[in-house]
């Protein structure tokens, strides 16, 4: 087992270029493929989950596709390769093989596609034949992960009729639908929201465009944690290639750390245009943090570990798709906090509380990452507190931010390998 001592400067200023947003590159990627363009969008990202897309499309589609740890290139592949010429096969790690993917198979078959369960009923492998599909009215449940969803909006510009997308039950992650939307958008189709919880898409097809990929707002977000964590009054981040006003649903993590400590200032007012962002101290921060993830789940590590640092208690909810994520979120949150010292409980399988409960601490066990880059991304931040941390299986940083570690040496810490 690889495992790094991390140790923090005591001075913070660096100069950070952040890595292409991985969810816009797998959704430009996908939207890319179907509308047939030959340029690839610019400033894509180079992470494991938009690197097994770009693998796929490198070797023409092979008749079996690996998409390793790719949760999110497993459903948008789903969606893509059953309207596309072709019989394949779609598998993944063993963890993979244990994520379920039934809903969006069931939706998918709704409208005709032909698609079979390779071992286990409601779990990839997924063996997968391509064919033109008629689309119309589909109904899915709301309350699921939102890349079904974005999986099967980005396929509806291809089908004869379009598609009718019915949501029911509580609607979560929705700026991430919206920002499939926004893509789907700017290569030429005529997708919205017709009503609270209805989407329309067009039989319009996509239109090959040249596209450049703004940097990563969940990149940010550790960031953010690193600063608001530092003991240094003076201390400063500089982020490149953010956009103000960005669709990307991580965006909101400028507004919550806010309320931590953090100021963001743009270096100008204009929206939509990738620039560098600068992270200072505003020297407030408030007594409890109470928030609702529903609609940036991915965040909820960053400031779990972020509270605990800062001695700060907190209550998130709306976190039920944590539990189907590369890991159970929770319940890795939960043990890993423990090591630090610190006891947190969870409720309904939703939410995540501290009031302040302590217990002794197991520095030298080091943090499990649980094959989940977020599990190291969201602890590394806590050296700042605790010299020498220890992160076990540091690699998995590679799915969504593979130079994470060389970024935070370059930023002054002591990174030992061992």
């Avoid at 640092?309 to 890991?327: C, D, Q, R, V, Y």
């Avoid at 590679?398 to 370059?410: G, I, Q, T, V």
């Amino acid at each position: 087992m690889t495992r790094y001592r991390l140790t923090a400067p005591g001075r913070l200023d660096t100069t950070i270029e952040l890595p292409a947003s991985k969810s816009i590159s797998n959704r430009a990627l996908v939207i890319h493929m179907l509308s047939g363009g030959a340029t690839l969008p610019q400033n894509i990202s180079d992470c494991d989950d938009t690197e097994v897309i770009v693998e796929a499309m490198r070797q023409n589609l092979p008749p079996e596709i690996n998409i390793k740890a790719a949760g999110t290139a497993m459903r948008f592949m789903t969606a893509y390769l059953s309207l596309t010429t072709g019989t394949h096969v779609l598998t993944g790690t063993e963890r993979m093989k244990h994520r379920p993917i039934g809903t969006l198979v069931d939706a998918l078959r709704m409208l005709d596609a032909d698609i079979e369960y390779v071992d286990e009923q409601g779990f990839p492998p997924l063996r997968i034949t391509g064919k033109a599909l008629q689309g119309g009215d589909l109904e899915m449940s709301g309350s699921i992960s939102s890349q079904y969803i974005s999986a099967m909006l980005m396929i509806g510009p291809m089908m004869e009729r379009g598609l009718t997308l019915h949501l029911t039950g509580d609607i979560i992650s929705r700026p991430y639908i919206d920002l499939t939307l926004w893509m789907m958008n700017e290569y030429g189709a005529h997708a919205e929201w017709t009503s609270a919880d209805t989407i329309t898409v067009e039989a319009k097809p996509y239109q090959p465009r040249d596209y450049f990929i703004e940097n990563d707002w969940s990149a940010a977000s550790y960031w953010y944690e690193l600063l608001a964590l530092s003991e240094d009054p003076e201390a400063i981040v500089r982020l490149t290639g953010l956009t103000d006003g960005s669709k990307q649903g991580d965006s909101v993590t400028r507004y919550i750390f806010s309320l931590l400590g953090v100021k963001t200032v743009f270096q100008t007012k204009k929206q939509g245009v990738p620039q560098t962002v600068t992270l200072k101290r505003n020297g407030r921060c408030v007594p409890k943090l109470e928030y609702d993830f529903v609609n940036s789940p991915d965040l909820a590590q960053t400031f779990v570990v972020t509270c605990l640092a800062k001695n700060i208690p907190f209550h998130f909810k709306g976190l039920s798709t944590l539990k189907i994520k590369e890991t159970d979120r929770i319940e890795a949150l939960k043990r890993e906090a423990r090591k630090l010292g610190f006891v947190v409980e969870s409720r309904n399988d939703s939410e995540l509380l501290w009031e302040g409960l302590r217990c002794e601490p197991d520095y030298e066990a080091g943090i499990d990452t649980y094959e989940d880059h977020r599990m190291a991304l969201a602890f590394a931040p806590f050296a700042l507190k605790q010299p020498g941390l220890i992160i076990n299986n540091p690699q998995v940083v590679s799915k969504s931010y593979p130079k994470f570690w060389e970024d935070l040496e370059a930023a002054g810490f002591e990174v030992i390998k061992n």
